[in-house]
């Protein structure tokens, strides 16, 4: 199968996170805040408009990581702190956060097994990722990709779910130890979507 390419952060300027509800990305970090360390060094990869990283600015010292620089920029005009930048490679220093988020991020990020890796980099030893991503074998996802299989446009340049014994696989060897996994939930303004909108949780600790 011929690899498909990188989309460059300017591909995601057609992506009107501006007009998203802010619910889904509010919800969507309640439901996770528990595992952020309270006061600790945190970032948030894939910070989108910022609704969901606006959360944790009581929370923990947050740093929002955006890959679209539109999406950086309406973030960072709500008061996140954010750095436009790619999570396989970020700009931060090993060892830099206690705990980070990635919610339905890595889904959208080519080559995810150096994302997982670059993330452990940037996690203190014992430090947690709260990673939440679908896998391929959700009926939602099934039918996804029946609809780019027949052409249909997608909204978001790069979409590509892996399955779940992959997750689990790269998530153990990228230096992470799985500690949970479980359901969770998604939220969307379309009601009739939301009993099939769920992703994966997975728990994970840094262990070298």
Not at 34 to 41: A, K, N, T
Not at 53 to 63: D, E, F, I, Q, Y
Not at 80 to 97: H, I, K, L, N
Request: proline share 8%; with cysteine; charged share 25%.
């Amino acid at each position: 199968m011929k690899a498909r390419p990188d989309p460059p952060p300017s591909a995601w300027a057609q992506v009107s996170w501006e007009t998203l509800d802010p619910r889904h990305g509010r919800l969507r970090m309640e439901r996770v805040l528990q595992h952020v360390s309270p006061g600790g060094r945190h970032l948030d990869v894939g910070t989108g408009n910022g609704d969901g990283t606006l959360l944790l600015r009581g929370h923990a010292r947050c740093v929002g990581l955006e890959y679209g620089p539109k999406s950086a920029a309406i973030a960072a005009t709500k008061g996140c702190t954010v750095v436009q930048g790619d999570v396989r490679s970020a700009p931060f220093a090993s060892m830099s956060f206690d705990s980070i988020t990635c919610l339905d991020v890595l889904e959208h990020v080519p080559r995810p097994q150096e994302a997982l890796a670059e993330m452990a980099r940037l996690l203190v030893p014992g430090g947690c990722l709260v990673l939440q991503t679908p896998n391929r074998e959700l009926l939602k996802e099934r039918v996804l990709r029946l609809v780019r299989a027949l052409g249909y446009p997608q909204k978001q340049p790069y979409d590509l779910p892996l399955g779940l014994a992959d997750l689990r696989r790269l998530v153990g060897s990228s230096g992470l130890a799985l500690i949970e996994e479980r359901w969770m939930p998604c939220w969307d303004d379309r009601a009739w979507v939301r009993p099939f909108s769920r992703s994966r949780l997975f728990l994970c600790a840094k262990t070298r």
